[in-house]
């Protein structure tokens, strides 16, 4: 199993600039979401998504469009990118939605100039 | 408001030097919390998962307790392969949404 997979694994960006960080897993889970993290921050959920085709937002989703059309992938939009998107994006997945493991990925580290 | 608090932010220990790291969480009904290890540059990976107050898990040097209110992150005898950030986490009865801590960056000298 590759487990959770992210590419790219670095972007540059210039403002207004719109990209898709892409994000799978070959483990079956249910249960995906994609994390921001920032320095003093913690991880801060974006959005998540408990099965094909059903998605939610979390705590920042403003700016950032999802949508689960596989099991497997969960992509991560960014519409019109500001400076404020500038951080290290984490997509995680769980076999369900339930108190289970969370898997992480390795991360995309994103610069918008 | 679901919150998590983690101390202290930073810890040097001289290797086989035990400590404590805490996380505290403010949930409206606790469905688990998680503690993850994070390395410089990669994702958190999944060390503990406790669900009830009085749970306790062991890995190797590390040793995961629960309270109604808080967590603790018992580390006996480090080395500094056990040098990396630890984060905590909560899942609330009433959501499905996990709410991480700022974590805690831990450095174990020789």
């Known amino acids: 199993n590759a487990g959770v997979t992210q590419t790219p694994k670095f972007q540059v960006l210039k403002t207004g600039q719109s990209m898709t960080l892409q994000c799978a897993q070959d483990?079956?889970?249910?249960?995906m979401s994609w994390y921001r993290q920032d320095p003093g921050m913690g991880l801060r959920l974006i959005h998540y998504?408990?099965?094909?085709?059903?998605?939610d937002q979390g705590e920042v989703p403003n700016g950032y469009n999802v949508s689960r059309s596989t099991t497997e992938d969960f992509p991560l939009r960014l519409l019109s990118a500001a400076p404020s998107q500038t951080s290290v994006y984490f997509c995680?997945?769980?076999?369900?939605?339930?108190?289970?493991?969370?898997?992480f990925g390795p991360g995309t580290r994103l610069t918008v100039l | 408001e679901d919150q998590v608090t983690q101390s202290p932010e930073a810890l040097r220990l001289q290797e086989g030097e035990s400590s404590s790291l805490n996380c505290s969480y403010t949930?409206?009904?606790?469905?688990?919390l998680f503690w993850y290890r994070q390395d410089p540059g990669k994702g958190p990976e999944f060390l503990f998962t406790?669900?009830?107050a009085g749970e306790e898990k062991e890995k190797e040097r590390l040793k995961a307790t629960l309270t109604k209110k808080e967590s603790f992150l018992h580390i006996t005898a480090p080395k500094p392969e056990d040098s990396a950030t630890y984060l905590c986490?909560?899942?609330?009865?009433?959501?499905?949404?996990?709410?991480f801590g700022t974590g805690t960056s831990l450095t174990v000298i020789p």
């Open positions: 986490a909560v899942q609330a009865n009433t959501g499905n949404q996990f709410y």
């Open positions: 995680a997945s769980s076999y369900s939605m339930g108190s289970q493991t969370q898997y």
């Open positions: 949930v409206s009904g606790l469905r688990g």
């Open positions: 406790l669900y009830s």
């Open positions: 998504s408990v099965g094909a085709g059903i998605t």
């Open positions: 483990m079956n889970h249910e249960y």
